[in-house]
């Protein structure tokens, strides 16, 4: 379970990696004394972690990435998708055994374990969503995201699914896809996410503690910070009502993720000062101009 010292709501903010080759020249570049996490978690508090869903981490890596971190640092992760996709949720105790087993070795550093359905999974499998869901261990905390456009029509099957959700203390995950589709562009990167990513509707629930959100913007992120705005307050709400969400934040090929980071927090601050899990990077220029 999340675990922090400080017993306010907190908002934790990240991105969907802790690398990226575009990094660099930036703020988030490794170096000789730093790895690529331990330079990512001096500004991020949690991270998305899609490796999982490829493959768990060796209990070495977990230890390193662990020590890395931060007691702080809060890792979230995909489940299998062995789990989620090959075998549908079904006859996999084996695999969710492995998964749990991984999973608690992060300990207090364990944020949440998502769920990523796909598109195929519709609400008629809503029975096998719930025998799935109701014997998970409590020991942890859960997200789930669901693709299927079924999910979203406002009707009873996607009723019955929120009132499951809130039942097992499980949090709806909100994929924001509105920028990347409004704002389509000819580069490789906006043409792969446009494949790649959903294009279903916003659907704003929180069905638990810690609401997961992740956000895609158009390549030109500063052109589309307008769908955006609207997650700021909807964070102050959710921090008003003793809820600590996750926001992590993506651009088409994750090169300026950081600055869209930056952006949103600036605009949350102003509402929330200090319950951020974010530390701000020194300005680049600033450090350049001080040398002379």
Not at 12 to 23: A, K
């Amino acid at each position: 379970m999340i675990n922090v010292t400080d017993q306010r709501p907190l908002c934790y903010i990240g991105l969907p990696q802790w690398n990226h080759p575009e990094w660099g020249d930036g703020p988030l570049a490794a170096s000789q004394n730093a790895s690529p996490l331990r330079r990512y978690a001096r500004y991020f508090s949690s991270v998305e972690g899609n490796t999982t869903f490829y493959g768990l981490p060796s209990p070495d890596a977990i230890k390193r990435w662990r020590d890395d971190a931060g007691e702080q640092f809060r890792f979230c992760f995909k489940f299998p998708k062995s789990i989620s996709h090959e075998n549908s949720l079904r006859n996999c105790a084996d695999e969710l055994d492995t998964l749990f087993k991984c999973a608690a070795q992060f300990e207090e550093q364990l944020g949440l374990l998502s769920l990523q359905l796909p598109d195929s999974f519709s609400p008629n499998e809503l029975p096998t969503l719930e025998t799935f869901l109701r014997n998970l261990p409590e020991a942890f905390n859960y997200s789930i995201e669901v693709r299927n456009p079924g999910f979203f029509q406002k009707d009873d099957q996607e009723r019955h699914f929120n009132q499951l959700l809130m039942e097992t203390g499980v949090n709806r995950t909100t994929f924001d896809t509105r920028a990347l589709f409004k704002h389509p562009a000819e580069d490789p990167a906006t043409r792969e996410a446009l494949t790649a990513k959903p294009n279903l509707p916003v659907h704003v629930l929180a069905t638990s503690q810690n609401p997961m959100v992740r956000f895609i913007t158009a390549m030109d992120w500063e052109s589309s910070t307008n769908y955006l705005t609207p997650w700021v307050n909807k964070t102050v709400q959710w921090l008003n009502e003793g809820r600590s969400p996750f926001i992590f934040l993506h651009t088409p090929d994750n090169a300026q993720a950081p600055e869209v980071a930056q952006h949103f927090v600036a605009l949350l601050e102003q509402h929330k000062p200090g319950q951020t899990r974010f530390t701000d990077w020194p300005d680049q220029s600033q450090q350049q101009s001080a040398l002379f």
